[in-house]
């Protein structure tokens, strides 16, 4: 929002949501001594059980590296979502459209964004905007891993190809959800107005009124921390006043165009396995010493997702 108006452009291991990396599932450092020793036990115990076959290595056509001067950040794509606006944005990065990007936009508890400043760069062949994908139709094949929590947007949540999703089964529509680390595209008021020129994270709070609002594209599966650090900005909504506010992208590459010595190897525990419903039941009722009342209930945006790196 800028001037009064709706605008997100300038023209996500979390117990909290987005990236449970198998390897440092830690929580705050500022919890009790015993909360960090039992839980990290916890969830290491139930991963270190699984069997391969539940683990999916991230498709390297569909992964991002958003290469920062702090380090990487991966980003799966979900081109089940958003089939046009994952090949533009695919399309851009194989341009070059990003090549002296930065981060453009820190707002706290909401999102951090980034774009091209430099307005007159080429988009290749690659379009400027894009009708809207908000959601999809629920297809035959449409598998979503359900929570078995109530929610307060959606009639179902779960889990579709490894993302958070909602679903109406009475609309015959299904969509992502805004949790932490799900990456956006921006746009101007027009439903229609964004193609993936300007792109975003959410970086606190899950904003789920914005769901079915902002085509979706996917999430960052590590490399988080990065982002939300980012110096919150001066400006309205948290765009940066001048240039030199804002943090330089290195570069933006999909997986596949790098050698596999330049690439990040993970993969995604399956939310369609029996490890991945353990962990859920062991976030919805919290039995170690220090939970006094477990919740008895899971959140969409509050379940992990493991992500490791990849074995063999």
Not at 12 to 25: H, I, M, P
Not at 265 to 287: C, P, V
Not at 290 to 304: D, H, T
């Amino acid at each position: 929002m800028r001037n009064g108006k709706l605008k997100l452009t300038a023209a996500s291991l979390a117990f909290a949501g987005v990236a449970l990396t198998a390897a440092a599932a830690e929580p705050p450092a500022k919890a009790p001594q015993a909360f960090r020793h039992v839980a990290v036990k916890a969830v290491a115990d139930i991963l270190a059980a699984s069997k391969p076959s539940e683990w999916r290595r991230l498709d390297p056509e569909n992964t991002l590296y958003l290469d920062l001067p702090g380090g990487r950040v991966v980003i799966e794509l979900a081109p089940g979502f958003a089939p046009h606006h994952v090949a533009n944005i695919k399309a851009l990065v194989r341009a070059g459209y990003f090549d002296n990007a930065a981060i453009i936009r820190s707002q706290d508890n909401y999102v951090v964004q980034w774009g091209q400043p430099d307005e007159k760069r080429s988009l290749g062949p690659a379009k400027k905007t894009l009708k809207a994908e908000f959601d999809r139709r629920i297809g035959k094949d449409a598998r979503l891993d359900r929570l078995q929590d109530p929610d307060t947007y959606a009639p179902e949540v779960g889990f579709a190809q490894g993302f958070p999703a909602a679903r109406n089964r009475k609309l015959g529509r299904e969509w992502l959800t805004h949790c932490y680390g799900v990456v956006g595209v921006g746009r101007d008021e027009g439903a229609d107005s964004g193609g993936g020129t300007e792109l975003y994270a959410v970086n606190g709070q899950a904003p789920r009124h914005l769901d079915r609002n902002v085509t979706l594209v996917g999430r960052v599966v590590q490399g988080m921390e990065l982002l939300s650090v980012m110096p919150r900005g001066t400006g309205d909504l948290g765009f940066y006043k001048t240039t030199g506010e804002q943090t330089p992208i290195r570069r933006i590459r999909v997986a596949a165009d790098l050698p596999a010595s330049e690439r990040t190897e993970l993969e995604a525990l399956r939310t369609d396995s029996a490890t991945f419903k353990t962990l859920m039941e062991s976030r919805r009722n919290r039995r170690e010493p220090w939970f006094k009342v477990p919740a008895g209930r899971l959140g969409v945006c509050n379940a992990p997702l493991p992500v490791r790196p990849a074995k063999g």
